[in-house]
């Protein structure tokens, strides 16, 4: 068969993937991969369970130890 890809044909493959791009890159893209689909399922998994969020406030409170002062020019002439 023509369109088909035996066992062989993809250990091959593998092997050339594993040439170019190294073992340990694979297996820290994999692992990368690993934690993004973690991720994704916590997320999709802690929106079903959460209730909306409220609406952010339109203006931050700042820290109360956070001084907030005007800054004033000053011309040198």
Known sequence: MMG???IWH???VLVVVMLVFG???LGNMGS???KAVKGF???VKGEEDKPAAPAA???A???KSTIDVD???KNKL
Do not use: F, R
């Open 4 to 6: 088909s890809m035996s």
């Open 10 to 12: 993809w250990l091959i």
């Open 71 to 73: 800054a004033k020019e």
């Open 57 to 59: 406030p339109t203006q």
């Open 41 to 43: 399922k916590d997320g």
């Open 23 to 25: 073992t340990k890159k």
């Open 32 to 34: 990368d991969i690993g």
């Open 61 to 63: 409170v700042a820290d």
